[in-house]
């Protein structure tokens, strides 16, 4: 079946611009979460999703950043006015349940650049 | 609050030879305890994880992990390695009560030598 997708898979923007980045988790998985990857700060935790409620948002480093999801299923990160220090690598996983031993599927990625 | 501590940024191995990649955590409840690998311009995949049963743990490739709570290590091993293996690694800890996030340890890029 499939995995988790991620759109774009590159996104290269001016600073102060807006963009949104999309996960589309695998079918009938409830929780989902993102993560960054950066050079200088590792792969670290943006926010998760039980259904389409956040209970954890504590990962999100600005009020810039937002992110929702809908119908339990596809999730959108928001970035406003984007940053040099924005620029990225936004990983989207999922897994069946939130429990701390389930394995969560990571997607590819999605490359944020901001000039 | 959990953490994991990668003691080595880079380890070098020769084809054939032993893996040895070291982690330490902290964590204030029992953790669970996964280790995944990036290999270059790909995603991350599970190799094993630890969740209270066996604490000598099978992965994936021949990839084993032992979890030793008085020493608070899980370190990660393969008696040999293959040219396949080089990537980056991952020690990652979970609690529960946190919904399951994942809290990475800074890395381990394995080179293997021919």
């Known amino acids: 079946g499939a995995g988790v997708s991620q759109s774009p898979s590159n996104k290269v923007t001016e600073k102060g611009k807006d963009v949104e980045l999309r996960c589309d988790p695998i079918?009938?998985?409830?929780?989902l979460y993102w993560y960054r990857q950066s050079l200088g700060q590792g792969l670290e935790f943006l926010i998760y999703?039980?259904?389409?409620?956040?209970?954890?948002k504590s990962g999100l480093p600005s009020d810039r950043f937002s992110a929702e999801r809908t119908g339990g299923s596809v999730s959108t990160l928001t970035i406003q006015r984007t940053q040099q220090e924005d620029s990225a690598v936004y990983l989207c996983?999922?897994?069946?349940?939130?429990?701390?031993?389930?394995?969560?599927?990571f997607g590819p990625g999605t490359r944020l650049t901001v000039l | 609050a959990q953490s994991v501590t990668q003691l080595d940024s880079h380890v070098s191995v020769s084809e054939g030879t032993p893996v040895l990649l070291r982690c330490n955590y902290s964590?204030?409840?029992?953790?669970?305890l996964f280790w995944y690998v990036q290999h270059p311009n790909k995603g991350l995949q599970l190799l094993l994880k630890y969740t209270s049963a066996a604490t000598l743990v099978k992965g994936i490739n021949g990839f084993e992990a032992e979890f030793k709570k008085s020493e608070t290590s899980f370190h990660l091993t393969k008696p040999s390695a293959h040219m396949s293996d080089a990537a980056e690694y991952f020690c990652?800890?979970?609690?529960?009560?946190?919904?399951?996030?994942?809290?990475f340890g800074q890395g381990t890029e394995l080179s293997v030598k021919p």
């Open positions: 964590s204030s409840y029992s953790p669970s």
């Open positions: 079918s009938g998985h409830t929780a």
């Open positions: 996983a999922s897994s069946f349940l939130t429990a701390s031993g389930n394995e969560q599927f």
């Open positions: 990652v800890v979970s609690e529960r009560l946190q919904g399951g996030k994942l809290i």
């Open positions: 999703f039980q259904g389409n409620s956040a209970p954890d």
